[in-house]
């Protein structure tokens, strides 16, 4: 199926945010997760993230070796894309340093790290800033601790999400350590009690594949009874997806975390100009129907930004439209 698309005043007269509608649990991490969310909040009546926590670059990888926290990075985007209301704080959490010992932190990862302290835990700390974000939904971290991804490929063992990453090459299996670690128990919660369960988009390996590797996250999907949706990269990665079409990435999903197909596959149908060797993630519907997962595709690239990422009000629209 194929979605016509329509102006930002059509989308915006379909949208309307804070309507009666399903209980939405979105899964993953990073930048793909938030635009997920931002998209739910259109149409959803309740919407809930569950993020990754295995993430070792940037900010979040300065902070978790000394703090007794998961990598706040992804779950601090998460809430701000559950923002609404624009506000100080608001500001004060998207606001990143530049200089001294603190360049390169967000403000926000740090009152996130503080407020784990002040409340005696890190979901008491995220449920206090949601109270000050007056964020329209939860974001629930996928495990309580902090986690290493390992990947066994051609070359041996990989370890750690930014390693991972980068490898150009198939992965054979994929896992989470500490061996003891489990699924935060809101998490699970929240996906038993979803009407609808979203996949991506994002880093298929190292972010919505790790945080389905967590026990207890895809075998609380396989239990659920809620629609499966899966939304589709718009190009590959240079690194973990290099040179992987739609159904390889929808083969690794299924491979590496054994969750039930998805009944429903989002892809985007808008060219994209892209330099390679990266390039469009495209779908054969014949091959797709042997998964038994229905694909529409829509025009679902955001304009404004200089590289590829989802506009969440035409993804909004194509989900909506999904839901059964």
């Known amino acids: 199926m194929t979605f016509e698309a329509a102006t930002p005043e059509v989308l ?3 949208l309307q945010v804070g309507t009666a509608g399903p209980h939405v649990v979105a899964i993953g991490g990073g930048h793909g997760l938030s ?15 569950v993020v990754s926590v295995a ?32 506000s100080i704080w608001k ?4 606001y990143r340093f530049e200089e001294a010992d603190v360049a390169g ?3 926000g990862n740090l009152i996130l790290a503080a407020l784990a302290e002040i409340e005696g835990g890190f979901e008491p700390a995220l449920v206090r800033a949601e109270l000050l974000l007056k964020a329209s939904g939860s974001v629930i971290p996928a495990c309580q601790q902090p986690l290493m991804l390992v990947a066994e490929t051609e070359v041996g063992l990989l370890k750690g999400q930014v390693t991972i990453q980068q490898h150009r090459g198939r992965i054979d299996e994929i896992w989470v350590q500490p061996p003891s670690a489990a699924a935060t128990p809101r998490a699970v919660l929240a996906i038993e009690a979803a009407d609808q369960i979203i996949l991506g988009p994002g880093s298929l ?15 609380a999907i396989n239990l659920s009874h809620a629609q499966l949706i899966y939304v589709a990269n718009l190009i590959t990665q240079d690194g973990e997806t290099l040179g992987m079409d739609g159904a390889d990435h929808l083969d690794a999903l299924l491979r590496l975390t054994g969750v039930r197909p998805p009944s429903a596959i989002i892809a985007n149908e808008h060219v994209i100009d892209i330099t390679p060797p990266l390039q469009p993630v495209a779908f054969d519907a014949e091959i797709l129907a042997t998964y038994g997962a229905d694909l529409t595709t829509a025009d679902l690239v955001d304009g404004s930004e200089e590289w590829p990422s989802h506009d969440p009000q035409k993804l909004g629209v194509v989900l909506s439209a999904t839901t059964r």
Request: negative net charge; charged residues 25%.
């Open 12 to 14: 915006l007269e379909k």
């Open 35 to 49: 635009r997920t969310l931002r998209a739910a909040l259109y149409y959803a009546g309740r919407v809930d993230a």
């Open 55 to 86: 993430d070792d670059g940037g900010s979040s990888g300065r902070l978790v070796p000394d703090l007794d926290i998961p990598p706040p990075g992804d779950i601090r985007k998460c809430l701000l894309a559950l923002t609404q209301v624009e």
């Open 91 to 94: 500001e004060i959490f998207e």
């Open 105 to 107: 932190h967000s403000l």
């Open 205 to 219: 390996m190292t972010s919505t594949i790790a945080a389905m590797r967590v026990p207890g996250i895809t075998e």
